[in-house]
């Protein structure tokens, strides 16, 4: 096993974890019950009786406005209670926190179970104690998260642009093809012309002389 100060390699980041869920999950709904059962224990010590020996005078002449009263108290405090517990829970973000809880122990049951698996019924290896890694191994693995995304949106960036590229450099490549073909009627167009004019000059040069060869037969006359 490394050692948590010179480590050999680094194990890949584990996948992004899943959003919390906003119900409550196992912990959280037990907590809840917990208060729930312990403000039913304590209003039921609210009883008829315990009520009524606390106002003697009231429960001898007048027991049905005394027991009202009671029922309007214990209902009040019941509703008082669990509305101020609602509100702890939500500004504290309780139920989110206790639900992160549930989903770090059930991974770790699952590290564990995968563990012993790939042991094959020996030693299971111990891993290193988060607290016992030095800082910088914390901080990385805190940010490769991060820079993995980054990567992957880079690397995504850079096949849209080849693709781009490749495209363009088809086109252009298909451009030149067509100039030069252009080139080349165009050359032929001028060859043609060039042996035109020439063969034109020729018959010129040609009849020009015909005409001076009569000229001087003429004058011999």
């Not at 680094?10 to 917990?34: D, F, K, W």
């Not at 309780?94 to 995968?114: P, T």
């Not at 490769?144 to 992957?152: I, R, S, V």
Request: aromatic share 4%; charged share 25%; glycine share 4%.
């Amino acid at each position: 096993m490394p050692s948590a100060t010179e480590p050999t390699s680094r194990s890949p980041s584990p996948a992004p974890a899943p959003p919390l869920a906003e119900a409550p999950g196992t912990r959280a709904q037990g907590l809840i019950n917990v208060y729930n059962s312990a403000i039913g224990s304590t209003l039921k010590k609210c009883s008829t009786n315990n009520f009524a020996s606390c106002f003697p005078t009231a429960a001898q002449y007048n027991p049905e406005v005394l027991e009202h009263m009671r029922q309007q108290m214990v209902n009040q405090l019941d509703m008082t209670w669990k509305a101020n517990f609602e509100a702890l829970l939500k500004e504290r973000d309780v139920v989110r926190s206790l639900n992160a809880l549930d989903r770090y122990v059930e991974d770790a049951k699952n590290r564990k179970a995968k563990a012993e698996k790939n042991a094959n019924g020996g030693p299971v290896e111990v891993p290193v104690p988060p607290h016992t890694l030095p800082p910088s191994m914390i901080h990385l693995a805190h940010l490769m998260p991060f820079l993995e995304e980054q990567a992957t949106e880079m690397n995504s960036r850079l096949e849209s642009t080849q693709q781009a590229n490749t495209e363009l450099l088809s086109t252009i490549t298909a451009q030149r093809a067509e100039i030069e073909a252009l080139v080349r009627g165009l050359e032929n167009v001028v060859h043609d012309l060039e042996a035109s004019a020439q063969m034109m000059g020729q018959d010129e040069i040609q009849g020009l002389s015909r005409e001076i060869k009569d000229l001087e037969m003429e004058m011999k006359k």
